[in-house]
T-cell receptor, first 113, second 114 residues
Framework: KQEVTQIPAALSVPEGENLVLNCSFT??????LQWFRQDPGKGLTSLLL?????REQTSGRLNASLDKSSGRSTLYIAASQPGDSATYLC????????????FGKGTRLSVIA | NAGVTQTPKFQVLKTGQSMTLQCAQD?????MSWYRQDPGMGLRLIHY???????DQGEVPNGYNVSRSTTEDFPLRLLSAAPSQTSVYFC?????????????FGPGTRLLVL
C-alpha cells in the first residue's frame, strides 16, 4: 500500500527566506506526483505536476523535483512571502490499486513579515 | 467555467439523518472523486467514478453511496449519519484517470454530525 510522508509537519520562516518542503513515498511505481496548496477553510489548488519520466517542474518561484527511484520529492520556494502561508500537500498517483491519488498529511507553512 | 462546485458549504446533521452532498463540474471531465479530510489523517478517498454510470470504492467507502448518471454531477449520499462522519468533504475532477492530468478540487463541504 502506497504511503506518503511529508516533513516537516509545520514550518515557520521569516519573509525572504528560501525553503524546502519534503515528500517521500514508499512505492516507486507511480504515474506522477502533484503538489497542492490549501488555504485555511478552502479547497486544494494544484501547484505543480511532475510526471514519472520528469525530474523537475518549475512555476514562478516554485520548483519541484522528483527522484522516483528513491521515493522522494522536494518543493523549493524561493524568496518566500507572507502570501505563501498555507498548507502544502503532496500526492502521488500510483500505478496499482484503486486509489488514484494518495496524499501526505501536509506541511503547514507560515511566512512571517 | 465555474470549475468544480459543491453544495452546501456547511451542514449540521443529527445522528441517523440522511443527506446528499452535491458536486458538479462544467469541464467535461470523465473522472470525479470524493475525499474526506480529517485532522491528522490527511485526505482519504471515499468513492470515485471514471465516467457516467461507473463508480468504484476508495479507501473509506462505508456509510456512503454514490451514483453518476451524468458526466457533470457526482452526488455523495450519507445513508444514516454518524458522528464519525463529521469531516470536510472535497469533490475533485480531472479529464481522465488514464491521462496524467491535474485534478481540480471544489471548495469543500463542512459537515457536523451531532
Amino acid at each position: 500500500k502506497q504511503e506518503v510522508t511529508q516533513i516537516p509537519a509545520a514550518l515557520s520562516v521569516p519573509e525572504g527566506e528560501n525553503l524546502v518542503l519534503n515528500c517521500s513515498f514508499t512505492d516507486s511505481a507511480i504515474y506522477n506526483l502533484q503538489w497542492f496548496r490549501q488555504d485555511p477553510g478552502k479547497g486544494l489548488t494544484s501547484l505543480l505536476l511532475i510526471q514519472s519520466s520528469q525530474r523537475e517542474q518549475t512555476s514562478g518561484r516554485l520548483n519541484a523535483s522528483l527522484d522516483k527511484s528513491s521515493g522522494r520529492s522536494t518543493l523549493y520556494i524561493a524568496a518566500s512571502q507572507p502570501g505563501d502561508s498555507a498548507t502544502y500537500l503532496c500526492a502521488v498517483e500510483s500505478e496499482a490499486g484503486n486509489t488514484p491519488l494518495v496524499f501526505g498529511k501536509g506541511t503547514r507553512l507560515s511566512v512571517i513579515a | 467555467n465555474a470549475g468544480v462546485t459543491q453544495t452546501p458549504k456547511f451542514q449540521v446533521l443529527k445522528t441517523g439523518q440522511s443527506m446528499t452532498l452535491q458536486c458538479a463540474q462544467d469541464m467535461n471531465h470523465e473522472y470525479m472523486s470524493w475525499y474526506r479530510q480529517d485532522p491528522g489523517m490527511g485526505l482519504r478517498l471515499i468513492h470515485y467514478s471514471v465516467g457516467a454510470g461507473i463508480t468504484d470504492q476508495g479507501e473509506v467507502p462505508n456509510g456512503y453511496n454514490v451514483s453518476r448518471s451524468t458526466t457533470e454531477d457526482f452526488p455523495l449520499r450519507l445513508l444514516s449519519a454518524a458522528p464519525s462522519q463529521t469531516s470536510v468533504y472535497f469533490c475533485a475532477s480531472s479529464y481522465s484517470i488514464e491521462v496524467q492530468e491535474t485534478q481540480y478540487f471544489g471548495p469543500g463541504t463542512r459537515l457536523l454530525v451531532l
